[in-house]
């Protein structure tokens, strides 16, 4: 299996998906660990994939996405950004609406 293909795998295999520098518990840098805690900000159940610990995925998922930078968040399989995309989205309340759209927990009103 290829890289594209692992990545392709993994983002197809989980509704959220964050590509980081590090962990959730241990960021290796200041976007990945702002992104992870707009994710818990929104109570979103997500996987990580560290790229620190995979260089073939680490550059990848620069491919994949064709998006330059790390990290990077996957939504039912759509690219959504880096931090500063996931910080506007959540000022706005986009990212809440993404999050519990994919998660199924919605509220319509």
């Keep these: 299996m290829n890289v594209q293909d692992k990545i392709r795998q993994q983002v197809e295999s989980n509704d959220i998906v964050l590509y ?12 990945s660990g702002r992104a992870t805690q707009l994710l818990q900000a929104c109570g979103a159940k997500f996987a990580t994939v560290d790229v620190l610990a995979d260089p073939e995925v680490r550059e990848g998922i620069k491919q994949y996405g064709n998006w330059p930078t790390i990290p990077q968040l996957y939504i039912k399989g759509q690219l959504i950004g880096g931090s500063d995309v996931m910080m506007d989205l959540y000022q706005k309340g986009e990212l809440q609406k993404l999050v519990a759209e994919a998660q199924g927990t919605s509220k319509t009103s």
């Design 20 to 31: 980081m520098k590090g962990t959730p518990q241990f960021p290796q840098c200041g976007f």
